[in-house]
């Protein structure tokens, strides 16, 4: 068998398209971070663990990869109006604080976020305030394709090709999403530079040729990717949302700069939305989810990775708690699978290998000699993760392959480090006790529970079984639940 050529899902052609990098020695990706005025819900982190899923199987690809995620620290109004707060403004406002300390508080949260979902860090994670200089420049490069009001430097959108291409959808839709703003040539165009009106007490503004204030949201994007990428580059992600809006804007100034048809990403490539009983999930609507919330009920943040992994990242995925128990009951039973295997000699060895990124290529070179149907299940695994990224089928067959009988444990545990490069699991690291995690509100710690539970065995063993049911009752209403009999060998949980 042979490695399988990486197909991806292009939005710009709504297709699959065989995935050819413009310089094979430096894949170039861009993704859009996030606005940093409040806590990243996890609808948002699904973006990171798609986007960290795509680097991962570029590295498996065996392509050296720059990675840009920039930080949206001014001029992202508070809807994709052109009219209204900026974000950051308002929420500086609202919590009586410095911006720039706004900035830095949810700034280290977003990166502790992806910390906890084992998310690689991108080469670089620029920031908006660190550009603007950058940006008035690029704005007076695409001056003739704007034209300027009272309220600012607005972007024509009449001026390029074929604009809105990618949103793929009628102008009517894309434009009840845009305050109207008097004087606009046509209801779809954008701010570049937003002017401070007369009064306004802004912590955030700069002079420009335009007067003083601060850049249009899409103006950052065209900026630092053009920076860090060049004018051409790989693939630039987001979520579903913004191809809608966001990128068309981005397109359009990337022509207009280029003077060309280019749209500056030869793919464009989004996830889907998270998705609750009540709709999609959004910061502004309030009452938002956390990565920290869920931490705080009990459950180990790579449940929730797992958890989104279990979807394509093209496909709505619904939230719920339950669906959240069910991702974390895989991840334990796959931890508690692993953890009966026996390593060879030199595992550790193994693991500090795969630690470096090693390609597919790489890491079947390094582990031969191997069984031929040992290597064809890592070819069929190869095969589903350069279909898209196509983790669902991935999981499966990791599944699959944790039940074979015929693999010795040492060759099986190397095969699922070599997958979990590409997963991002843990799975050779992770024991039960890391996924042992005490919910914030509980009122009673591991050490007691054990100790209880040592009591009940005893009781059971002298048939005392009415002390024995007493502890599992005054258990549950600490909010244990003793899990006997439990397939998995669970002991007890937490209930959330």
């Not at 390094?366 to 999981?395: E, H, N, R, W």
Request: charged residues 25%.
């Amino acid at each position: 068998m042979t490695a399988t050529p990486l197909t991806l899902y292009n939005s710009l052609s709504r297709s699959l398209e065989t995935f050819v990098p413009l310089d094979p020695a430096d894949v170039r990706v861009y993704s859009c971070g996030p606005t940093v005025y409040n806590y990243a819900h996890i609808g948002n982190l699904r973006a990171y663990v798609f986007t960290d899923t795509l680097s991962r199987v570029l590295t498996w690809k065996g392509y050296p990869l720059t990675h840009i995620i920039n930080i949206t620290d001014v001029g992202h109004l508070t809807s994709d109006a052109d009219a209204g707060d900026d974000k950051m403004e308002a929420a500086a406002r609202a919590q009586s604080m410095s911006i720039w300390d706004i900035a830095a508080h949810y700034t280290t949260a977003f990166k502790q976020n992806l910390k906890d979902l084992n998310i690689r860090e991108p080469s670089r994670f620029p920031l908006a305030t660190d550009h603007i200089e950058e940006m008035i420049a690029f704005g007076v490069k695409i001056a003739a394709n704007c034209y300027e009001l009272d309220s600012g430097l607005y972007f024509d959108t009449g001026t390029v090709p074929d604009y809105g291409r990618l949103a793929g959808t009628r102008e009517d839709d894309r434009e009840g999403r845009i305050d109207p703003v008097a004087g606009k040539r046509n209801p779809q165009d954008f701010a570049i530079w937003r002017k401070s009106e007369p009064g306004e007490n802004r912590q955030m503004e700069w002079d420009s040729p335009w007067g003083r204030g601060a850049p249009g949201w899409h103006l950052e994007c065209s900026v630092m990717s053009q920076k860090y990428l060049g004018a051409n580059f790989d693939i630039h992600t987001g979520g579903i949302d913004h191809r809608e809006i966001h990128h068309p804007n981005e397109i359009a100034q990337n022509q207009a700069h280029c003077g060309c048809a280019d749209t500056g990403a030869t793919f464009w490539m989004h996830n889907n939305f998270l998705v609750e009983r009540s709709g999609k999930m959004s910061k502004s609507g309030g009452g938002f989810r956390t990565l920290q919330s869920l931490i705080d009920l009990g459950v180990h943040p790579l449940a929730y990775r797992l958890m989104c992994l279990s979807a394509h990242y093209r496909s709505e995925l619904e939230f719920s708690l339950e669906n959240l128990m069910t991702a974390l009951t895989r991840l334990k039973r796959l931890i508690g699978m692993i953890e009966k295997l026996k390593p060879d000699d030199n595992f550790d060895k193994w693991l500090e290998f795969l630690s470096g990124k090693p390609s597919f290529q790489q890491q079947l070179d390094q582990i031969l000699p191997i069984p031929s149907y040992a290597k064809d299940c890592l070819f069929f695994f190869d095969d589903y993760m350069s279909k898209d990224l196509g983790t669902v089928g991935a999981l499966t067959f990791l599944d699959a392959l944790l039940g074979d009988r015929e693999m010795p444990d040492g060759l099986k545990l190397k095969a699922v480090g070599m997958m979990d490069t590409v997963l991002g699991l843990r799975l050779t690291e992770l024991t039960r006790h890391d996924l042992r995690l005490r919910p914030k509100s509980a009122g009673i710690d591991e050490a007691e529970i054990e100790a209880r539970l040592a009591e009940r065995r005893e009781a059971r063993a002298a048939k005392d079984f009415a002390r024995s049911d007493a502890i599992r009752d005054e258990l549950a209403t600490l909010g244990v639940e003793v899990m006997d009999g439990d397939p998995l060998g669970w002991d007890w949980r937490l209930s959330l």
